[in-house]
Every structure is written in structure tokens, then in C-alpha cells.
């Protein structure tokens, strides 16, 4: 059975220096905020998880299929739960 620092090094292949990514990802984040006051709660939270995504993307290995269905399916979630008022 692996324990934690096998799977942490395992998956640093894939998704990167997790410095790296956290740097990345609170960036995007923090540019997703700015002026999107009108983003609710699924929708913000979908972004957050897709800036996680994204930064995995960009620090670690871009040809991980799952990050990409991921991002997919967290667009997908708030696409989804749109309400559109007629």
C-alpha cells in the first residue's frame, strides 16, 4: 500500500511543483474575483476548481488527459445550473 509521500511524488509527474501551482493558481483566482462580483456561489466555485486545473496544467504535465476532462466537467457543472429567468 502506498502512504502519502509515494502518492505526493507520484503525482508531482502530473500536476507539478505544488509551489508552483498553488502560485498559479491563487493568481488566477484572484484575477477571476476581480470585477465578477456577480458570479454565484457554483459558478465561483467552478472557476476556483478550474484555476486548480489550469495551474496543474501549466506546472506540470499538459498531456494529462485528466486535467483537461476535469476542467470540462467542472464547465459543465456551472453550465448546468444556469437559471435563465424568462
Known sequence: MEDAKD????RASTHGDFTQVANYSQTLKSIFRTGNLHLNDVQRESLDMIAGKISRIL??????????????????LARE??????
Open 7 to 10: 502518492i505526493l511524488l507520484e
Open 59 to 76: 506546472a506540470g504535465n499538459a498531456n494529462e488527459p485528466d486535467h483537461w476532462l476535469d476542467i470540462e466537467g467542472y464547465a459543465r
Open 81 to 86: 445550473r444556469i437559471v435563465i429567468d424568462d
